[in-house]
């Protein structure tokens, strides 16, 4: 079982569209999670960055954690076709510096 | 503010030859990171540097040497190519060592060994 699970997709949602962007992992240990962003030919860009269990918000983006579930999500409201792109989770253990990436979700947002 | 710059952009190799990845950043991070990026398996590590002086095994070391020069750069070393190793090559960096720092990536190079 990998650390780490993210549908690849892709992803079609029609402009407007609310997206939701799903990661579930099964170490107990990670306490940070992060979302980002990689548009093609492009590296990974942080879009998001979350301690604790809750939502964060920030414009059209909301990062939901639960560490119960071991599940992370992200939302995406009034969807544009500027967020076509490959969107990674990315989740951390406290003290170590070593990333564990989802494989990443591929979105188009159709104009 | 360039950020993480990775040179060069693009490169074709033939099985065996050698040739070395540069990455430079000016965020004063003490980490830097390679990672490489292959369909369907996703960003994996192939070797870290928690501080100048530093280096430490990732997930997929083989074939690969680093060398931190000093805070700014950190090359990967490719010493003999194999077509496995055909990959786009992401440098990254971040901050305070021993913190959760989000990772700030470069642009890639895309390595065709053929």
């Known amino acids: 079982q990998k650390e780490v699970e993210q549908d690849p997709g892709p992803l079609s949602v029609p402009e407007g569209a609310i997206v939701s962007l799903n990661c579930t992992y099964s170490?107990?240990?990670?306490?940070?999670f992060m979302w980002y962003r990689q548009y093609s030919r492009k590296g990974p860009e942080l879009l998001m960055y979350?301690?604790?269990?809750g939502n964060k918000e920030d414009g059209r983006f909301t990062a939901q954690v639960d560490k119960s579930s071991k599940y992370i999500s992200l939302f995406i409201r009034d969807s544009q076709p500027s967020d076509s792109a490959t969107y990674l989770c990315?989740?951390?253990?406290?003290?170590?510096?070593?990333?564990?990436f989802g494989i990443g979700t591929k979105l188009q947002v159709i104009p | 503010n360039a950020g993480v710059t990775q040179t060069p952009k693009f490169q074709v190799l033939k099985t065996g030859q050698s040739m070395t990845l540069q990455c430079a950043q000016d965020m004063n991070h003490n980490s830097m990171y390679w990672y490489r990026q292959d369909p369907g398996m996703g960003l994996r590590l192939i070797y870290y540097s928690a501080s100048e002086g530093t280096t430490d095994k990732g997930e997929v070391p083989n074939g690969y040497n680093v060398s931190r020069l000093n805070k700014r750069e950190f090359s990967l070393r490719l010493e003999s190519a194999a077509p496995s190793q055909t990959s786009v090559y992401f440098c990254a960096s971040s901050g305070q060592q021993g913190l959760a720092s989000p990772l700030h990536f470069g642009n890639g190079t895309r390595l065709t060994v053929t």
């Open positions: 990315a989740l951390l253990i406290g003290g170590y510096q070593k990333v564990t």
């Open positions: 979350t301690y604790s269990s």
């Open positions: 170490n107990s240990a990670f306490q940070y």
